[in-house]
């Protein structure tokens, strides 16, 4: 048995035509179902649905064979010394769910002259170890907040004066009054994969690997 740990929404959809060329399709849809081990028309392969931010401590610690999340996620991951780098191989760079990591403030925040003037800003995010490197690296002093969503209520309460949060199109920040104002990275989901699962089911996760590979998006 192979097991496959997703999360809802964007990456599970993008995945979907990868696994349709590994001749794969999922049973139900997690939209709808209250399961979260989902069959597929394969009897030896699962989908398991998960948390985005979990992903990695399933596959590391052998909860799933295999995982789909994003770089972000990954980094803030390895970063939180929650796991060790060396138990997730990372094949393939999926090239799905692409979006940025950056920095946003409010309209009216003069986000370029606080930093100029050595001002200390208070930043909420998910991502606490990503932005504190992120601000470390430039000798930006920070206060950090840890909020799991909703992170754009942040500056507008004035809880924050900043936010280190995902940004796709910037419609949500823009319809806050939000701007962006430092891109942090570039985003996109990877597959994952067990080291211990690699050697012990080698084939049949070579297989989907050049299966996810043969269906990649081109740039």
Do not use: W
């Not at 139900?28 to 979260?36: A, Q």
């Not at 309460?157 to 806050?176: E, H, P, Q, Y």
């Not at 597959?191 to 998006?217: C, D, G, M, T, W």
């Amino acid at each position: 048995m192979i097991t496959l740990a997703l999360s809802k929404g964007r990456i599970f959809e993008e995945t979907l035509p990868l696994l349709a060329a590994a001749g794969i399709t999922v049973g139900e849809d997690p939209e709808k179902s209250r399961k979260l081990i989902l069959p597929t028309n394969q009897p030896d392969v699962r989908i398991v649905m998960v948390r985005a931010s979990d992903v990695p401590t399933y596959v590391e610690h052998g909860g799933a064979d295999l995982g789909v999340a994003g770089r972000d996620v990954l980094l803030e991951h390895a970063a939180g010394g929650v796991g060790a780098s060396s138990g997730l191989y990372q094949p393939l760079d999926l090239k799905i769910a692409r979006c940025r990591l950056s920095v946003a403030v409010r309209e009216d925040f003069d986000y370029a002259s606080a930093v100029r003037q050595g001002s200390r800003i208070r930043v909420a995010s998910k991502y606490v170890h990503l932005a504190r490197q992120h601000f470390a690296d430039k000798g930006v002093h920070v206060d950090l907040i840890k909020l799991y969503g909703s992170m754009e209520l942040a500056p507008l309460t004035g809880l924050a004066d900043a936010i280190v949060d995902l940004v796709s199109t910037g419609g949500t920040l823009r319809a806050n009054h939000l701007r962006e104002v430092e891109k942090i990275m570039d985003v996109s989901s990877r597959l994952v994969v067990n080291a211990a699962a690699l050697k012990l089911q080698r084939e049949p996760i070579r297989r989907l690997i050049e299966a996810f590979a043969s269906a990649l998006p081109q740039d």
